[in-house]
Each structure stands twice: as structure tokens, then as C-alpha cells.
């Protein structure tokens, strides 16, 4: 009989630095508090707060009724010498199948760390996302790892074109339907999305975003619809 693979649960996809300010904010308080949850967390989206929790939790930070582990105490608490020890500790334990004796850590290649982060349930830009935050986390934690080892590019994909089974501006069907409205620069990119009983909503957008810059435009756009359509205090849905 074949072995039957091991599970393992899909490592921090956050960006490393919203992590970073998560302790930082944790370490002006006084003292740690008793839970961890999305109050401490107001700063982010919901689909952030949902992140920040999934990645306290496999990290080993936080146990399932939320309640701080020792790790996190000494990550929030401790000395700088002591920061970087639970660290050490922190990122063996979320990347068991890196550090299980499977991987030369110091002498790898991307191909056989995607192929492992692949085997944890990783995939598109979440690939991209958990191996750019264990990068990090290594570093921090003063983890040698190849300088071989990058994070795969993000690649955002068009949404597709809707269907509306009829030919437009004389293209006969089965011929391919010309790009007739391009990004009004070839420094932007253009998602388009539909509501119902209405025309597509298009929307353009600079190219080669990181998360943080499309956090800034994702607020951004909130902001002025809500001026735009007189909203009041309303807390539009994430």
C-alpha cells in the first residue's frame, strides 16, 4: 500500500509587514490580552482579520479557543535575543515539511520549496504570498535559507469577457473579438465585473501592485463612493 501523503495546514499568507505592525500594536499594550481576536484587529479588512487569525493559529501563536501560547509571549514580551529564539521555534513549527530533514533548507532551489508549499495546500497567488512571508520569517528569525529560493511572481489574471452569445461590431462567430476597450495606458490594467441589470462596472489600475499599494486603492475607492453617494457611517461589505 502507498503512504497516504501527510496534511499539513496552509502556512501565513499575510503580508509579513500587516504582521509585523499586528505585534508591534500587541506590544503597546499593557499587558497581553487574555484572547486574540478581530478586535485587536480593527485596523484591517474583514478578509484581513480572517488572514491574521488563520496565520496566528498555524503559526502555533495562539491555540484554538484563541488563547495565547507561550511563543507569542515571548515574541510580544520578551528581550530581542529571546524575540528571535521564539522565532526560530515559530517557523520550524509552521513549516514542518521544509524542516522535516526532506528539504536542505541552505542549499535549495524555488522549484522544490514551491513543489513542498504546493504539497500544504498552497496555489496561484497564495503560493506567491506564503512563500514571500516565509522568506521573511526566516530572516527574521535568523533562519539561513539558499539565496537560490525566490518567491514566484504574482500574476493576476484578466477576468474573463461575459458571454452574451451574440457578435459584436461585425465579428463573425468563432472569430476571435478584438480588444475594443483597452487600458487607456499601457501602465494600467484593466478588471472588468458584472452587475445585474446593469453594464459591467470597468475598473483601471496601476500595474505591479504589492498588497499594501492595493490596500491604499481598495480604501481609496470606499472612500469616495461613499462621498459620491452620500453614504453616512455605513460599513460597506468587505
Do not use: C, W
Not at 17 to 27: A, D, H, R, V, Y
Not at 78 to 92: I, L, P
Not at 146 to 175: I, M
Amino acid at each position: 500500500m502507498s503512504e497516504t501523503p501527510k496534511k499539513y495546514t496552509v502556512p501565513p499568507y499575510v503580508p509579513h509587514s500587516t504582521f509585523t505592525s499586528f505585534i508591534n500594536g500587541l506590544k503597546k499594550k499593557a499587558g497581553l490580552p487574555s484572547h486574540i481576536g478581530r478586535s485587536l484587529m480593527t485596523n484591517m479588512s474583514g478578509s484581513g482579520q480572517s488572514a491574521m487569525l488563520a496565520a496566528i493559529k498555524s503559526m502555533g501563536l495562539v491555540n484554538s479557543d484563541s488563547e495565547p501560547m507561550p511563543n507569542l509571549t515571548i515574541i510580544v514580551e520578551g528581550s530581542e535575543e529571546e524575540y528571535v529564539g521564539a522565532m526560530q521555534t515559530v517557523v520550524k513549527h509552521t513549516y514542518p515539511f521544509l524542516f522535516d530533514g526532506s528539504v536542505d533548507i541552505e542549499n535549495t532551489t524555488s522549484k522544490k520549496v514551491e513543489d513542498r508549499f504546493r504539497l500544504a495546500g498552497a496555489s496561484g497567488s497564495t503560493l506567491t504570498k506564503t512563500i514571500s512571508f516565509f522568506l521573511a520569517a526566516a530572516k527574521e528569525a535568523g533562519i539561513a535559507v539558499s539565496s537560490h529560493v525566490k518567491a514566484p511572481k504574482l500574476v493576476r489574471s484578466p477576468a474573463p469577457k461575459k458571454n452574451t452569445g451574440k457578435a459584436k461590431n461585425n465579428v463573425s462567430e468563432g472569430e476571435e473579438t478584438p480588444n475594443i476597450d483597452p487600458p487607456p495606458s499601457k501602465d494600467l490594467e484593466k478588471i472588468s465585473f458584472t452587475l445585474r441589470g446593469k453594464p459591467d462596472v470597468i475598473v483601471y489600475f496601476p500595474k505591479g501592485m504589492d498588497d499594501e499599494e492595493a490596500k491604499q486603492v481598495i480604501k481609496a475607492t470606499i472612500f469616495n463612493l461613499k462621498m459620491y453617494y452620500g453614504f453616512q457611517g455605513e460599513k460597506l461589505e468587505d
